[in-house]
């Protein structure tokens, strides 16, 4: 809450997910129970500061929490596959630009080695630097591909990897 109130008043603005057991989240965010694509707003008393969105996904046993510094609560009509559903318009915007940290964690849960149980506290810091040196390795490589007409031919990271391997 206080990088959210001090990012408002630089005129900077927040959207991202957040871990709920944050201090100053209201407690009731904690208990929620949401089912699939339900959605539920919460902002603050000033309602200046930060609104959070909840978002029931089917596969994960938690909610996903959106705090946002700039939430309207528009909602875009997305196609997804044979059917058009609803979904926040902070939360396409942020899938659509995120990058960076989000991007690299998302790819490393998919195909990650952290999988893997050891109770060796150094192995899992070992296997997480080659996964992202791996992750690294595929974006540059992609960078890099020639142009055929125009368009970059892209690796997808599972055959970057069996390719590595």
């Keep these: 809450m206080p990088l959210l109130k001090y990012l408002i008043s ?4 927040y959207t991202g997910t957040v871990d709920i057991g944050r201090k100053d989240f209201p407690a009731d965010i904690k208990t929620l129970k949401l089912n699939f694509l339900e959605i539920k707003w919460y ?5 200046s500061a930060y609104s959070s969105l909840h978002l029931g996904i089917r596969k994960q046993r938690k909610n996903v929490v959106v705090a946002t510094t700039d939430g ?5 009509q997305i196609q ?3 059917e058009i559903i ?5 939360v396409d915007e942020y899938n659509q630009h995120m990058n960076g940290c989000d991007r690299t964690d998302q790819q490393i849960q998919f195909y990650g080695l952290q999988k893997r149980k050891s109770n060796k506290w150094w192995k899992k810091i070992v296997h997480f630097f080659i ?3 791996v992750v690294n390795a595929s974006i540059i490589y ?3 591909q020639p142009l055929v007409d125009g368009v970059r031919r892209k690796v997808p990271l599972a055959a970057f990897k ?3 391997i």
Excluded: V
């Excluded at 902002?43 to 309602?47: D, K, L, P, Q």
């Design 86 to 90: 609803l979904k926040p318009s902070r």
């Design 131 to 133: 996964e992202i040196a």
């Design 80 to 82: 997804r596959r044979r």
């Design 72 to 76: 309207d609560g528009s909602m875009r």
């Design 162 to 164: 069996n390719n590595l």
């Design 142 to 144: 992609n960078k890099t």
């Design 43 to 47: 902002a603050t008393e000033s309602n």
């Design 10 to 13: 630089k005129n900077f603005h």
